[in-house]
Every structure is written in structure tokens, then in C-alpha cells.
């Protein structure tokens, strides 16, 4: 069980950047703390990856994102396949022009890539997520690229190809809840994740679940259009708990009210 989130917005739109990775990242805390990372573009530039081997209460502080940046991923882990030790296992994952995050578990992986020739994207990466991006970095029909995946999954993507748009996905097993206001597009995995942001952005959001079946092109926040695939919905496995690391949660829950309380404090100086 992982934990994933992210957002696509306007270069106009008046979000903070930061305090929406931060409350993103905080309320997903709990879902994983082997690894932490994140990644953004500003504009058509260049995909900026930074993660780490820690909970994300050791990042949170430390998240910057350019007041410019129009789309971000977050994401913690809580690691099943390929070990954290490994940066490249990580995510966000970069396999080709493609980065990005997954929760859930894809078990034809190593299947998939000997079937298509597709070598791994770093030397002893194992990390099955890849799978996704793999195929999405070289299939033209990337519907059809997901229902040829065996597993549970809530994913999205940046493509260097696709300069303005995030991919978000849902296939089975996994939830994801996205939230819309004017000039901006959120999700994440649980709807806690968006409540959180309207709480600490003071924004409204219309709130819904995605789908099973279900990708979407999001584009300077607004959803461009949706499509429908179908999962092998054969896979099962054991139910898990959302919770996976609850002092995490608690410890980011802390660290995100001090750091909105100080942030409030300094902006009627910064005014002045």
C-alpha cells in the first residue's frame, strides 16, 4: 500500500504551490515510510524529480515548488517489490520520456517487459510499477497498454512528449479521489487528501471518486477529456490496511499546521 497525489493547475491560478504539495503529501503520510518523493514541471521545461529514503515527515519541510511549476506528483511508499534501498526503484519512476507514481502492485511486470524487449531503466531496478510507465513510454494507444497490466492500480504520469498535461489512472484494487475549483485539478488517494488542501488553501473543491476503468488527461487545470479501459479484473489479493505508517501521519499533520501557521504570519509582514 502506497500513498500517491498530485496536481494540475493554471499558470494563473492564485495556489500556493508548496502549501498544496505539503498538505497533499501530510495527509497521505500514513500510507507508506519507506520512501518519499516528488516531481513538478513549469510549463514545457523539464521534469524535476526529487526523492528520498526517509518517511515524509522528513521531507515535508523541505518541499519547494516554484510558484510557476503547473503540475506536481507526490507519493509515499510502502514497498513491495524492489527495494527502497535502490533510489531508481523510488518514485516518482522515470522509465524513458515518462515519470511517474503508482499504488498497488502489478504482478506480469518482468512478464511484460522480456515480451515487449524492454530493458530496465537503471541496472538492478525490480521495481514492478515500471511496467506502467514502460509501456506508456512505448505504446501509441496507452488504453490498451493498461489492460494488458495484472494487478491493482491508481497511477499517473508526466510525459517530457506532453509538455502541459498529467495522466492520472485507475484500474482496480486501488482508490483515487480527484477535486476540481476553477484553474486547478487535485488527487490523491483518499478524499481526506483533498479535504485537507480546501482546509489549509482555503478553497472549495467539487470532490468525486475515479472510476475503475478510467483515464483521464488533465491539462493547466482543467480535465481535457476521460477514457474508458478495461482491467484484468481477474486479479484479487488480501485486503490491506490504508494505514500503514500512523506516526507519520500524525508527525506531517503537526509539522503542516506549524509551518501554514507561520507561512499566515509572514504574509501580512511581507505585505507591509
Given at each position: 500500500m502506497c500513498g500517491i497525489a498530485g496536481y494540475s493547475l493554471h499558470p494563473g491560478s492564485g495556489i500556493d504551490r508548496t502549501l498544496a504539495a505539503q498538505s497533499l503529501l501530510a495527509a497521505i503520510a500514513e500510507r507508506g515510510s519507506d520512501a518519499v518523493g516528488y516531481a513538478y514541471r513549469r510549463g514545457d521545461g523539464p521534469i524535476v524529480v526529487h526523492k528520498q529514503r526517509t518517511g515524509a515527515s522528513q521531507l515535508l519541510e523541505a518541499v519547494s515548488i516554484p510558484r510557476d511549476a503547473t503540475q506536481g506528483l507526490f507519493h509515499v511508499r510502502d514497498y513491495t517489490k524492489g527495494h527502497p534501498s535502490l533510489a531508481a526503484n523510488n518514485h516518482p519512476i522515470r522509465h524513458g520520456a515518462v515519470v511517474g507514481i503508482h499504488n498497488g502492485v502489478i504482478r506480469n511486470d518482468e512478464e511484460l517487459l522480456?515480451?515487449?524487449?524492454?530493458?530496465?531503466?537503471?541496472?538492478?531496478?525490480?521495481?514492478d510499477s515500471e511496467a506502467i510507465f514502460a509501456l506508456v513510454d512505448e505504446t501509441p494507444h496507452v488504453p490498451a497498454a493498461l489492460e494488458k497490466l495484472y494487478g491493482?492500480?491508481?497511477?499517473?504520469?508526466?510525459?517530457?512528449?506532453?509538455?502541459?498535461?498529467?495522466?492520472?489512472?485507475?484500474?482496480?484494487?486501488?482508490?483515487?479521489?480527484?477535486?476540481?475549483?476553477?484553474?486547478?485539478?487535485?488527487?490523491?488517494?483518499?478524499?481526506?487528501?483533498?479535504?485537507?488542501?480546501?482546509?489549509?488553501?482555503?478553497?472549495?473543491?467539487?470532490?468525486?471518486?475515479?472510476?475503475?476503468?478510467?483515464?483521464?488527461?488533465?491539462?493547466?487545470?482543467?480535465?481535457?477529456?476521460?477514457?474508458?479501459?478495461?482491467?484484468?479484473?481477474?486479479?484479487?489479493?488480501?485486503?490491506?490496511?490504508?494505514?500503514?505508517?500512523?506516526?507519520?501521519?500524525?508527525?506531517?499533520?503537526?509539522?503542516?499546521?506549524?509551518?501554514?501557521?507561520?507561512?499566515?504570519?509572514?504574509?501580512?509582514?511581507?505585505?507591509?
Open positions: 522480456a515480451g515487449h524487449g524492454i530493458e530496465r531503466a537503471e541496472p538492478g531496478m525490480t521495481v491493482s492500480m491508481a497511477t499517473a504520469w508526466l510525459d517530457e512528449r506532453t509538455p502541459h498535461a498529467v495522466s492520472i489512472a485507475r484500474g482496480i484494487g486501488r482508490p483515487l479521489w480527484l477535486g476540481e475549483t476553477d484553474g486547478a485539478v487535485l488527487f490523491g488517494s483518499t478524499v481526506d487528501a483533498l479535504e485537507l488542501v480546501e482546509r489549509y488553501l482555503g478553497v472549495s473543491l467539487a470532490k468525486r471518486e475515479v472510476a475503475e476503468g478510467t483515464l483521464m488527461t488533465i491539462e493547466d487545470g482543467r480535465i481535457l477529456g476521460a477514457t474508458s479501459f478495461e482491467p484484468d479484473r481477474t486479479f484479487s489479493e488480501e485486503p490491506l490496511p490504508a494505514v500503514r505508517a500512523p506516526e507519520e501521519g500524525r508527525s506531517c499533520l503537526e509539522r503542516l499546521a506549524a509551518l501554514a501557521s507561520r507561512r499566515a504570519a509572514f504574509a501580512p509582514a511581507r505585505a507591509r
